[in-house]
């Protein structure tokens, strides 16, 4: 089905190469400040041809508020919002009529309906996933006035290539800001001296993303073409870099994993038995095109664990609430929000669509080598944060309410303790790394 939610219920609609895609939203209260401009932001965050660590599509997203508001606040009615695409190229699908691309929907819908978008996937297309970016946008400005709920969601893992254990852990226990998040990520490029350079001076290998003892005098992090990894680790994400830029060279792709991360949460959301605060998040998680993996808190790491050490112990906390010590349970107890930081991590796939010959067969089963051509991603991580924090807002949006209803009172939050201290991101960022292992 293309709704989502109970209270809070989002429809998409469009396709990928149609007139435009975009999202119906009903359940948004009345009298909330709400522009283009307080949506527009994380479209653009998501949208292809930023850098040249996505697909070059070159679409604007830009969007625009049909119906739902009047002179600036909300009516209370359904909003509707759209953003036209721009860019087409249906021709470069022409080879794909007679063969299903491996790894897409385009056998499955086939099957399924008897007909089946013929260029870009159709509903399977990620560009779907407007519509969910401009209604979670929505629905983090309420979240963020009502309860001061921030949501940050940052990439991890591409390839091989992760946050150093520690790294990760701090980061979880104290999350950046989405500011920190893009700022710490990007990385600027020279190409003609063949360097990478950080915010902070560091130059890196275009090779491999290890870091420069020496290099070249050449262009400055603000002279330099911008790299958007949405990883707030410079030395991790120079290393993602160089093996997404690889990956293009080969006409390959790779996946990854994305954390996130949302602070102030309000205590009690979540409906069991079967509308639990995870498994509500899980869904929507593993409705995004390409995700494979969903875990909460310590996940499978809590798998191996003994009791003693997985139990998160309580302690006096304010408003009357409990705090944990711990937070391996990663925000929930028995499906319900705890106030503590809610914290999971989500598994994306290698981008299917790869212009390497595949030997593959017809819809007829008949032996067929297939190239996909097009622009595509060799890795969609950098971004998916947009996606991610998009689902989120409308899983707690929901839950909010629904618990609001239940109650008929404002949810109770830990205050500041239900927040991070905000200070790890930076000095982590700003850390030489350990290793200069090259030029030295």
């Known amino acids: 089905m293309s709704s989502f939610g109970t209270l809070f219920k989002v429809s998409t609609f469009g396709e990928s190469h149609g007139v435009g895609v975009g999202c119906i939203v009903d359940g948004i209260p009345a009298n909330l400040p709400l522009t283009e ?24 997203d830009t969007v625009t ?29 022409a080879n794909t009529a007679a063969a299903p691309r491996p790894g897409h929907a385009d056998y499955t819908y086939q099957v399924k309906y008897g007909t089946r978008a013929s260029s870009g996937g159709g509903r399977a297309s990620a560009r779907e996933t407007i519509g969910r970016v401009a209604a979670g946008a929505v629905a983090e400005k309420w979240l963020l006035q009502e309860h001061q709920l921030k949501i ?37 490029e020279d190409e003609e001296n063949d360097y990478f350079i950080d915010m902070f001076g560091q ?13 070249p005098t050449g262009k400055s992090f ?96 304010t408003n009357g609430l409990l705090k944990c010590k711990t937070n391996h349970a990663g925000g929930t107890l028995g499906g319900i929000t705890s106030g503590e930081l809610l914290v999971f991590r989500v598994g994306i796939k ?8 595949q030997e593959t067969c017809t819809f007829d089963g008949e032996p ?31 839950a909010v309410l629904r618990q609001r209803a239940r109650t008929g009172a404002p949810c109770r939050t830990l205050g500041e303790l239900g927040h991070g201290a905000g200070k790890t991101a930076r000095s982590l960022a700003a850390e030489p790394p350990a290793k200069m292992a090259k030029g030295s």
Not at 350 to 357: G, R, T, V, Y
């Open 368 to 398: 067929h080598v297939l190239s996909v051509k097009g622009r595509h991603d060799p890795c969609v991580l950098p971004r998916a944060p947009p996606l991610v924090e998009g689902m989120t807002a409308m899983v707690l949006m929901d």
């Open 350 to 357: 290698p981008a299917s669509s790869i212009s390497q010959d």
């Open 152 to 188: 940050a969601c940052w990439v991890s893992s591409i390839m091989d290539i992760d946050l150093p254990k520690e790294v990760a852990k701090a980061l979880e226990s104290d999350p950046p800001t989405r500011e920190e998040i893009d700022t710490f990520g990007t990385l600027a």
């Open 37 to 60: 401009a307080d949506v527009q932001p994380q479209l653009t965050r998501r949208r292809p041809g930023q850098s040249s660590l996505t697909t070059a599509r070159n679409e604007a």
């Open 222 to 317: 603000e002279d330099g073409k911008k790299l958007y990894t949405r990883c707030p680790h410079p030395a991790t994400a120079a290393k993602m870099a160089a093996r997404i830029q690889q990956l293009r060279r080969e006409e390959d792709s790779t996946g990854g994993v994305v954390t996130t991360v949302v602070s102030g949460m309000p205590v009690g959301l979540g409906e069991p038995c079967f509308d639990k605060l995870e498994a509500e998040l899980a869904k929507a998680m593993l409705s995004l095109p390409a995700t494979k993996a969903f875990e909460i808190g310590d996940g499978f790491d809590a798998c191996r664990a003994r009791g003693s050490k997985n139990n998160d112990l309580f302690d006096k906390g």
């Open 203 to 215: 130059k890196y290998s275009r090779t491999d993303g290890e870091p420069l003892n020496s290099a």
């Open 65 to 93: 508020i049909l119906s739902g508001t009047e002179n600036g606040l909300t009516l209370g009615t359904p909003l509707a919002m759209m953003v036209r695409n721009q860019d087409q190229r249906k021709f470069d699908y």
